[in-house]
């Protein structure tokens, strides 16, 4: 699909194409490319493709902007004395194969970061935290439940522990009492000297 430029961008074009990015990440970046942008993908990647991807990315001189790489931090409100080992197993489950190999989950955004680095980049980082509330209930109620579930799966935690984590997250998000900070990265790269 290709599409024209509008009135903000009369130049922009955008065209998009189906590649499985973990068998054929060449052919992602052949052609005119200005720029590689990625969103939620790079805690889902390993160590090793990212490393392909800065590579790639730096001998075609390009730069790079990665949205969203999740980087581990996460402060709950209220407090709960279970919220660190469900976390823990939920870097667990987030580090599991999805596809590219074992994935960097919580470690994304630092790996990128020093990818960049050392093919030269000029690498530049910010905070672009996730904050839910108690109006987000809907996303918090899919989170904890996906959370609880992650934490079953790698089996870190009794199963009374999990529920009764479960429990209380829900409870206080049925009182309006509940929210959540997750740490996420946006990180921008550019070959040094470029323009």
Known sequence: M????????PRARVTTALIDLARDLEAALDGSLD???????????????????AFDIAARGLPFYAA???????????????????????????????????ALGPDAAKRTIAMFEAVGYLVINAAADWV???????MLAALFDGWASAAREVGQQSPPEIATWFTHRRDALSQEKSSIRLGHVDVFAAPIGRR
């Open 132 to 138: 839910l509330k108690s109006h987000d209930q809907d």
């Open 2 to 9: 290709l599409l024209a430029g509008n009135a903000s961008f």
């Open 35 to 53: 720029l590689v942008t990625t969103s939620a993908l790079l805690d889902l990647v390993s160590d090793s493709w990212l490393e392909r991807l």
């Open 68 to 102: 969203l790489s999740y980087d581990g931090r996460v402060t709950f409100e209220p407090f709960d004395p279970l919220d660190a080992a469900i976390i823990a197993a939920v870097h667990n489950h987030q580090r599991r194969d999805k596809g590219f190999g074992p």
